[in-house]
């Protein structure tokens, strides 16, 4: 009896100190001081992660929390929160969506509650607006309907055609929109006084990045060339965890800049669509989820370059 007593003692009290978000998948990376990652899964979007497969960035400063993007659902934002908490008494003033992906906004709606001001270009609002209703049903397969209830679509009360400044307890966070690339409404944000870059969706390292519909692969090439012009000390990506300008530039830009010059060649030899699955793209096997995502890659970017 004794040792059974003395068990539950230390269980109880192991449950007291644990951190309330100790069962979500996200992960917190220091990045600098007051700058931190929140590393979500690199595959799909479960039950477990809460839609949360994405990284999202903090910023701490004396006047309160921005948050890079809001997570992927109600209880996903609830996530995110719990894990602030963790490392901050400050509260949630200002939300930045980076794009249009679920996991960029559909959390807004937690932290708007609380106070939070929402920033996107606009670009991001129209495309959230023109998708809203496939991500929930998207999301409604994964959770259920009292689940799903509680996420309410709401867009950015702030928006900006191409350049926002926020200024925040003495840190600048200018937030820049140079074009369409995974989503329409893509952003970056760039600290200059931290030497970090928050790239959103247009930098996946660690797993293969997906043109969708909704892409612009040719812009995309563009748009990471504007942003890696900063030479950012350190990335925080959409996806993956923190990491070098020379590591995004291997895992997104060389990969889109293959892509579209293997399918430009591919086009020039007159083959058709048909044939794509013969292209070979084996240099980057060794990026997370690739079967299941270069041979939609290839199809969609011959699908773009056929009326280019």
Known sequence: ?????????????????????????????????????????????????????????????????????????YQGAQEIDLLIKDITDQAVVAVINTGGQDHRWLGNDYFKQQGAQIIASEQAVLDQNKRVQDQLISLGNLFDAEF??????????????????????????QIHHAGPAHTPGDSFVWLPQK??????????????????????????????????????????????????????????????????????????QGRDMTEIGSLDQSEFAYLQNFDAIAGRNAQQVFIEMEWE
Do not use: C
């Open 195 to 268: 030497g970090v870059m928050f790239s959103g969706d247009i930098v996946y390292v660690e797993r293969m990045l997906g043109v969708g519909t909704q892409s612009n692969s040719k812009s995309w090439i563009n748009v990471f060339q504007t942003m890696a012009a900063y030479k950012p000390a350190y990335l925080v990506p959409g996806h993956g965890k923190p990491t070098t300008l020379a590591e995004a530039t291997i895992d997104t830009y060389d990969y889109l800049v293959f892509l579209r010059a293997a399918i430009g060649d591919f086009i020039d």
């Open 1 to 73: 009896m004794k040792l059974t007593k003395h068990f539950f003692i230390l269980l109880f009290v192991a449950l007291a100190i644990s951190p309330a978000w100790a069962d979500t998948p996200l992960e917190r990376h220091r990045v600098v001081d007051g700058v931190y990652a929140i590393v979500g899964e690199l595959g799909n979007r479960t039950l477990a992660n809460r839609g949360n497969n994405a990284t999202f960035g903090l910023v701490v400063t004396s006047e309160g929390v921005v948050l890079i993007d809001s997570g992927g659902t």
């Open 148 to 173: 799903m209830a509680q996420t309410v679509p709401l867009t950015a009360d702030t928006t900006f055609k191409d350049y926002f400044e926020l200024e925040l307890g003495g840190v600048v966070m």
